[in-house]
Nanobody
Framework: QLQASGGGLVQAGDSLRLSCAAS????????MGWFRQAPGKEREFVAS???????NYADSAKGRFTISRDNAKNTVDLQMYMLKPDDTAVYYC??????????????????WGQGTEVTVSS
């Protein structure tokens, strides 16, 4: 089970930190990722990280977002800086099993959190 938190209403240029806690089993050997879905749009990849720390970012996240994880605590965080109105979406954390690289496709993720909403006003 994955529980995401940290969303909210912020202004453009603000920062926000999302957290995701996994429970029920250990995900230390799995890839953990963040995705987002804006109203009327498909779910899109944001960032992912392997248990060894290999990271992949969407172009929209590069330079502004930082993904990190704590394998001992079964958590993955997404620190977001310089937020823009285009970042407005529901953000989901997810876990992918069986890969040793930071995969991007949502079809490769097996477990999903319930989402946390981020709204960035201009």
């Amino acid at each position: 089970q994955l529980q995401a938190s940290g969303g909210g209403l912020v202004q453009a240029g603000d920062s926000l930190r999302l957290s995701c806690a996994a429970s029920g089993r250990t995900f230390s050997g799995s890839v953990m990722g963040w995705f987002r879905q804006a109203p009327g749009k498909e779910r899109e990849f944001v960032a992912s990280i392997t248990s060894s720390g290999s990271i992949n970012y969407a172009d929209s996240a590069k330079g502004r977002f930082t993904i990190s994880r704590d394998n001992a605590k079964n958590t993955v965080d997404l620190q977001m800086y310089m937020l823009k109105p285009d970042d407005t979406a529901v953000y989901y954390c997810a876990v992918s099993h069986g890969y040793n690289r930071p995969v991007r496709s949502p079809t490769l993720y097996h477990d999903w959190g319930q989402g946390t909403e981020v709204t960035v006003s201009s």
